[in-house]
T-cell receptor, first 116, second 111 residues
């Protein structure tokens, strides 16, 4: 069966410090991978998605970047965190591009990031 | 982007029924999903609708009307564990088939 691992679960970082969140998927090949952010009281905002190794699409201009060094590994990074980067970060995967219609997202357990 | 609207909060009594409405605007509708999210946890998939009508899964049902840009999630025989946020999400061909999420409806079940 497929599983998705995301760590750490919680993180408190000072403004201006770097960030690295890692996500790995097991039990499937060539998944589509996603990073979402969820601010308090707001919907899930898609930050990045990837359909293959080294292929990253950015959804919104921001202080963050993403990389996919291996097929089932997705990393979210920042060189210098801002206060506005605080939020709940979720990694997710899906089996297809969505053109088939029914492909659903499977989410990791999330990282609660507090930038102080 | 897509405009997805759902109520912010709803409260109901254990054993009752609650209906969560979701309206959306999209130019290339390609499916609507409902997810459940308990506080501090990841969303989990509940249901998927792409054709008009009702999909039933145990205590949960989801309805879709594409012409009205409208869906609802019906929760029956509410249990305390159903207290959670319920997210409506729409897939759009014109948005490269990515999912866009509403802000979620927080349902509180009271004894």
């Amino acid at each position: 069966s497929q599983t998705i691992h995301q760590w750490p679960a919680t993180l408190v970082q000072p403004v201006g410090s770097p960030l690295s969140l890692e996500c790995t998927v097991e039990g499937t090949s060539n998944p589509n991978l996603y990073w979402y952010r969820q601010a308090a009281g707001r919907g899930l905002q898609l930050l990045f998605y990837s359909v293959g190794i080294g292929q990253i699409s950015s959804e919104v201009p921001q202080n963050l970047s993403a990389s996919r060094p291996q097929d089932r590994q997705f990393i979210l990074s920042s060189k210098k965190l801002l206060l506005s980067d605080s939020g709940f970060y979720l990694c997710a995967w899906s089996t297809g591009t969505g053109r088939g219609g029914g492909e659903k997202l499977f989410f990791g357990s999330g990282t609660q990031l507090s930038v102080l | 982007g897509q405009n997805i609207d759902q109520p912010t909060e709803m409260t109901a009594t254990e054993g009752a029924i609650v209906q969560i409405n979701c309206t959306y605007q999209t130019s290339g509708f390609n499916g609507l999903f409902w997810y459940q999210q308990h506080a501090g946890e990841a969303p989990t998939f509940l249901s998927y609708n792409v054709l008009d009508g009702l999909e039933e899964k145990g205590r949960f049902s989801s309805f879709l009307s594409r012409s009205k840009g409208y869906s609802y999630l019906l929760l029956k025989e509410l249990q305390m564990k159903d207290s959670a946020s319920y997210l409506c999400a729409v897939r759009d061909r014109s948005n490269d088939y990515k999912l866009s999420f509403g802000a979620g409806t927080t349902v509180t079940v009271r004894a």
